[in-house]
């Protein structure tokens, strides 16, 4: 942890003060992208109950928007460490983001602590990056860039203690939940043929900048508050439609179609203004920062540092999925998945004895799509990557690395007879549809751009290379 501790003696009634200037790293890395390099306060002469808190932090990443914690404590005469309560700011509200920069904020102690006299109050001020970026969508299809869905930060999710986090139904259908994934290198990939799929050797697969990716795949209802309207509906049931995702919609309508300019990496970011992603960025007033995630983005935050099949089952990369279905290697039917995600012999399918059919298209969540957050979310917090909706990304590479970058890789675009466009993009994942294999973290089939047959997990990318807009 990159850590700067500075102290100084304040000036007035409180009595001398220590200050800590500190840089907070989630832990999925040890590579901090927000430094703390300077802080000092000062509190008012004559002393009216203020104390100005300057304060500068520096970023890796320009672009990057940190959030900023203040504490103070004190050590009382019997020796226990007392936390006292900083939430009034005369410019501020909290919580409190914002970019790299120097700052000064004036802390009201009368208003958070009336009586509070002490010789030995230490200050603390936290910078780091978000972990949660939550977009508002109840404005609906009447806001714009001008007008845009409001954008706040939270650094823990409502309820730790709970398995949905506290996520309740507003962060599925009126809210997006975006999850800060830090950079990292991972291994990619199998060592052999794991599925009939076009499965990787496996690699080394760096990313370089941090990302958020949303907790959840994209669902009806909040398609619905972006279109105006639900779009791509699988499984009808009322009661259940608006926190189902959606699952079928092809990667012209998330993105727009390639025979009209808009494909990535050729086209860098840009999306049709009309696609569903297009007009999210439209009413995020954003230009060009949300999207799909890669394929080595996604893989990377699905395994959320796992190194086996389906995160938890301890299977070796040099071995293949068990053929028949007891324990957590079944490629057919899997114990693991029954708390991970909906696949075909859990609810995804009707089970009549041993055999299986397809719901009923107004099923209940029992069968079908189950419901977002329905089951336990990986080690870094995000929901349904196995099972549920198969979710499209922005690339795809078939066969081995050879000859490949393994830093911040971007697949070409790839060649596909089937499709009008010529493009084919890996989907992962599985669905609530497919066998255990298939939902693995190792399969990687694609699909053709114009096939109605995907869901979809919003990103947010920082820019880096590739994910720019090429100019007119």
Not at 71 to 89: E, I, L, S
Not at 101 to 108: E, F, K, M, P, Q
Not at 210 to 238: M, S
Request: glycine residues 10%; charged residues 20%.
């Amino acid at each position: 942890m990159k850590t700067r501790k500075i102290v100084a003696l304040a000036l007035a009634a409180l009595g001398a003060s220590a200050l800590y200037a500190t840089t907070a790293v989630d832990a999925m890395t040890t590579d901090p992208q927000v430094v703390m390099t300077y802080l000092l306060a000062r509190q008012r002469y004559p002393w009216n109950g203020k104390v100005d808190i300057d304060f500068s932090f520096s970023s890796a990443i320009p672009e990057a928007f940190a959030f900023i914690q203040f504490k103070a404590t004190y050590v009382n005469k019997a020796g226990v460490t007392v936390t006292v309560p900083m939430k009034t700011f005369e410019q501020i509200s909290l919580p409190w983001c914002t970019n790299a920069g120097s700052y000064r904020v004036t802390w009201d102690s009368t208003a958070d602590a009336p009586n509070l006299v002490t010789t030995n109050l230490q200050y603390t001020v936290t910078a780091n990056m978000a972990k949660y970026m939550i977009v508002d969508l109840s404005k609906g299809t009447t806001a714009t860039a001008d007008d845009p869905y409001p954008v706040t930060y939270m650094e823990e999710c409502p309820d730790p203690t709970r398995d949905d986090g506290g996520w309740t139904d507003e962060y599925k259908t009126t809210k997006m939940v975006f999850r800060l994934v830090q950079p990292g290198t991972y291994t990619k990939g199998w060592n052999m043929n794991f599925t009939s799929w076009h499965d990787y050797q496996a690699h080394n697969a760096t990313i370089t900048r941090p990302f958020y990716l949303a907790i959840f795949e994209c669902t009806q209802g909040q398609v619905k508050q972006i279109l105006g309207q639900n779009f791509g509906v699988e499984f009808n049931n009322a009661e259940f439609l608006d926190r189902r995702p959606v699952s079928a919609v092809s990667y012209n309508n998330w993105r727009g179609s390639a025979s009209n300019g808009y494909c990535w990496p050729n086209h860098g970011s840009k999306v049709n203004p009309g696609s569903i992603i297009g007009l999210f960025r439209t009413r995020t007033g954003n230009d060009n920062g949300f999207d799909m995630p890669t394929e080595t983005e996604w893989e990377y935050a699905a395994r959320a540092g796992m190194n086996d099949a389906w995160g938890g089952d301890g299977l070796a990369r040099s071995s293949m999925p068990a053929s028949d279905s007891t324990g957590p290697t079944g490629g057919v039917e899997n114990s693991l998945l029954s708390t991970l995600g909906r696949y075909k012999c859990n609810g995804g399918y009707v089970n009549n004895g041993g055999s299986y059919s397809y719901p009923d298209k107004s099923c209940t969540a029992d069968y079908g799509t189950a419901v977002v957050g329905s089951y336990k979310p990986n080690a870094w917090g995000f929901y349904d990557m196995l099972g549920n909706a198969r979710e499209c990304t922005l690339d795809y590479r078939p066969g081995g690395m050879a000859g490949d970058s393994t830093i911040d890789y971007v697949g070409p675009d790839v060649a596909d007879p089937s499709s009008a466009d010529g493009l084919s993009r890996a989907i992962r994942g599985g669905s609530f549809d497919t066998d255990a294999k298939t939902t693995s973290l190792v399969a990687r089939p694609a699909i053709a751009a114009n096939n109605n047959a995907c869901g979809c997990r919003f990103a947010w990318h920082f820019p880096f290379a590739g994910t720019q807009p090429e100019e007119e």
